[in-house]
């Protein structure tokens, strides 16, 4: 894996061996470096969730996901399961879009990466842990935060209720499903009502307020697209061209990841 392929800065700098070194694919599997050595020596044996997380680094193809399974111990996802395999058309999509924020998501919402404007906008994706990794767990447990106008805030929880619905129906045997909607059903009364009511089907297009905590608030347009290939869904933040949100939305990819909290003014 070339570490220019992934984003690394430096990575044209020469190197004693080739490929990826243990905190490079530490960092993007959210792993540590003592762990992926760990792994190298034969003394730990990666988790499905660990598994899938090391394939997406190394961006395996299909036929190499299911030998690394077959490697720690593992089968891949099978029938009846949610697919979580990054295919390379959601790859390019990530490697390529650079005007906007991108998330990809398994059919249960459960994100599985996301490229540099997302992590700069939202936050870094790799942080967030267990159920802060699903999209429907974050919106209905108040996590989430970003549709300014209720009725579009109501529109869209009933899109993504009505897709974790078809969900269960595509996918009988995944048991994290089962258990992240009977979670959200006893801890919310918001996503109670949603699942039973009458479905919708249409994610439609949105207008997302995100306030970020240097630029501030920005206006932007939400689509939801589907990667047929994998069964994946995209959410998608972009600006209006030549707009003063699209000026703020590229200010917001020139920070990035940046600590500026020790540069913001004193309110006391």
Request: proline fraction near 6%.
């Amino acid at each position: 894996m070339s570490p220019a392929l992934v984003g690394i800065a430096g990575s044209t700098v020469r190197r004693r061996t080739p490929g990826l070194r243990r905190e490079e694919l530490g960092a993007l599997a959210g792993v540590s470096a003592d762990y992926i050595k760990r792994l190298e020596q034969g003394r730990a044996r990666p988790s499905m969730p660990v598994l899938d997380a090391l394939s997406r680094a190394l961006r395996l193809s299909r036929e190499e996901y299911e030998h690394f399974c077959a490697l720690a111990g593992h089968a891949p996802a099978g029938e009846g399961c949610v697919p979580t395999y990054l295919g390379p058309g959601a790859r390019r999509l990530l490697d390529r879009f650079d005007s906007g924020a991108v998330g990809v998501f398994t059919a249960a919402w459960t994100q599985l990466a996301a490229n540099s404007s997302w992590a700069a906008l939202h936050g870094d994706p790799s942080a967030a842990r267990g159920w802060e990794r699903n999209l429907v767990w974050c919106e209905f447990a108040g996590i989430n935060d970003c549709l300014d106008d209720p009725a579009d805030t109501e529109r869209f929880r009933a899109s993504l209720v009505a897709d974790l619905r078809a969900a269960v129906a595509r996918y009988p045997a995944e048991r994290e499903l089962t258990a992240l909607i009977a979670a959200l059903r006893s801890t919310s009364s918001a996503f109670d009502r949603a699942w039973n009511s009458a479905p919708v089907t249409a994610h439609g297009v949105h207008r997302a307020r995100v306030v970020h905590p240097q630029v501030g608030p920005l206006m932007l347009d939400l689509d939801i697209l589907t990667i047929h290939d994998g069964d994946l869904r995209v959410a998608l933040f972009t600006a209006e061209p030549g707009s003063t949100d699209a000026e703020r939305l590229a200010l917001v990819n020139v920070l990035g990841l940046q600590d500026l909290s020790a540069l913001e003014p004193d309110r006391r």
